[in-house]
Structures are given as structure tokens and as C-alpha cells.
């Protein structure tokens, strides 16, 4: 019969240890997320609005409705938020936008594979075809912002701290949200 680990036991109090340091590094590894895809998508907006006809004539190989159009709202976008995200201004705001585009890539560059794979092979190797394509990513880390914020290294922080006074300074507070007990 397996026994549970008691909260005072060693096992117990160096996994919340492992916890409360691995707190630490929240901000720093959104931070460097935001940086390095930040980068990407400046790149790549950047891309679709120099090399416009080239990236028409590849979203009507897609069926993207209305290319044209979709070259520069896609490519804006990717851009305007790629530099706002490495700035960490309007994290949360920017990450709605980059989702819809993602997701709109996905189903639009892989949609006659996905719709294959799910009819021929099953659902595992159309979960396959969708985490494969090069928008996925792209997808999962605007999920990421939108759900956990650009981290305390950000001008949103900034703001949120100093200007609008919506988030506390928690000085009672690990990074991870468990309280500081002198007794430790």
C-alpha cells in the first residue's frame, strides 16, 4: 500500500523548495518567449509586407479568402505584436489577435491534411498534422501569453504597478504565491 508523503518530511519540503526556486525564473523565461518569438513575428510581418505578391500568390495556393487583404492584416499583426511583445506592453491585448491569425494559418495552409488524416488514419495522426504545421507554435505561445501575462520584467507590469496600482507589491509573498513563514 503506497503511503502519502507528509508535509514535514524531507521528500515534502525539497519539492517545495524545487517549487518556490523554480518560482523565480517565471519572469525571466516569459521574458525570454516574449523576446525570441517577439523576434520572429517582426521577422515574418516584416516578410509578408516586402515580399507582398509573393505571399498573395502563396495564401491563394492556401484558399485564404480575400489574400490580398489577408497579406496585410496577417502581416501587420504579426509585426505590430512581435514588437509590443519584446516590449511586454499590451501582452494580453496583442495575444487575442495572434491567436486568430494562427489559427486561421493552420486551417487554411494544412486544412486539406488535417481533414485527410482525420478521415484516413484517425484522430492521432490529425493531432499529428495539426502540431506539425509551422503556425502551431506560433499558436501555443500567444495561448501562453494570453493566459499567463508577459511577466514581471515588462513595461505591462510597470503600468499595472505604478501607474493603475492593480497589482499589489505582495511583500508577504515567494514568487510562486506561497507566503513567506518566518519560522522557515
Known amino acids: 500500500m503506497a503511503t502519502a508523503i507528509k508535509s514535514g518530511s524531507v521528500p515534502a519540503r525539497a519539492y517545495g523548495t524545487l517549487v ?7 519572469s525571466p523565461v516569459l521574458l525570454l518567449l ?3 518569438w517577439g523576434w520572429q513575428l517582426v521577422e ?4 509578408h509586407l516586402t515580399h507582398v505578391q509573393k505571399t498573395v500568390d502563396a495564401f491563394e495556393g492556401w484558399g485564404v479568402p480575400l489574400p490580398h487583404l489577408s497579406v496585410y492584416v496577417s502581416g501587420a499583426t504579426e509585426l505590430v505584436g512581435g514588437s509590443l511583445l519584446m516590449l511586454g506592453l499590451a501582452t494580453r491585448l496583442i495575444s487575442v489577435p495572434l491567436v486568430f491569425n494562427f489559427i486561421v494559418a493552420i ?7 488535417i481533414a485527410g488524416a482525420f478521415h484516413k488514419q484517425g484522430v492521432l495522426a490529425g493531432w499529428d498534422q495539426i502540431v506539425n504545421d509551422t503556425a502551431f507554435p506560433m499558436l501555443m505561445l500567444a495561448l501562453v501569453m494570453l493566459a499567463f501575462g508577459p511577466g514581471k520584467v515588462s513595461i505591462d507590469y510597470l503600468l499595472g504597478r505604478i501607474v493603475w496600482r492593480t497589482i499589489p507589491p505582495h511583500a508577504d509573498q515567494r514568487p510562486g504565491g506561497f507566503p513567506v513563514n518566518p519560522a522557515q
Open 34 to 36: 516574449r523576446f525570441t
Open 44 to 47: 515574418s510581418g516584416y516578410g
Open 20 to 26: 518556490c526556486g523554480a518560482s523565480y525564473l517565471q
Open 107 to 113: 486551417v487554411a495552409a494544412s486544412r486539406s491534411d
